[in-house]
């Protein structure tokens, strides 16, 4: 290497131009300037349910086959599941624990009315569809009820779905019985 190349002195235009009074300086995690007010973005809520003309919040839950559509208005506390009281709907009291879970995280127990269609699946799976209907539809008519919603994991679609057969097999991955003889 010869010594032209190592010296800073060389004739490239880039060496010539003063690049400091060109450009201004960039100052990474150094503090605002005093009295600059810095404006802070709220981070955007996704919201999945609505709110119609009547002031009826609206959510639609899913859960494997299951679809609920939930409403919810300002009463009295009804609760009503396909036209009928929920407690002569599911029998599972564990089902019904977790219909109510949301309402009692957000305090709202007893103080709106809800009507659900649900249709498609299980017992469980209703159950689980209506909670996530349930969660958006609160969601819809206060966003401030995010934060305690979402910590709790009401806002989460489960997304698990029975695994389809595959030919050659009893069920999804069960095999028929293999004899010797």
């Known amino acids: 290497m010869s010594e032209e190349t190592l010296t800073p002195e060389s004739s490239s235009p880039a060496a010539e131009m003063d ?18 007010a810095v404006e802070v973005a709220p981070a955007p809520v996704i919201s999945r349910g609505k709110i119609d003309r009547f002031g009826t919040a609206w959510g639609t839950g899913r859960r494997k086959t299951s679809v609920a559509r939930v409403r919810i208005q ?21 089902d019904r624990e977790n219909i109510l879970l949301p309402l009692r995280i957000t305090e709202k127990l007893g103080q709106v009315d809800i009507h659900v269609n649900v ?7 209703q159950a689980g569809a209506i909670v996530l209907g349930i ?7 206060n966003p401030s009820l995010h934060p305690a919603l979402a910590e709790h994991g009401f806002l989460t679609r489960d997304s698990r779905m029975v695994e389809r057969k ?16």
Request: net charge positive.
């Open 19 to 36: 690049l400091s009074t060109s450009a201004p300086a960039l100052t990474f995690g150094s503090a605002p300037e005093a009295g600059v």
């Open 74 to 94: 300002a009463g009295s506390g009804k609760f009503l599941v396909n036209d009928r009281p929920m407690d002569a709907y599911f029998c599972v009291e564990r």
């Open 119 to 125: 249709i498609g699946g299980g017992t469980t799976g």
């Open 135 to 141: 969660a958006r539809a609160l969601e819809a008519l």
């Open 166 to 181: 595959k030919y050659g097999y009893k069920k999804a991955r069960r095999s028929f019985q293999f004899s010797k003889r």
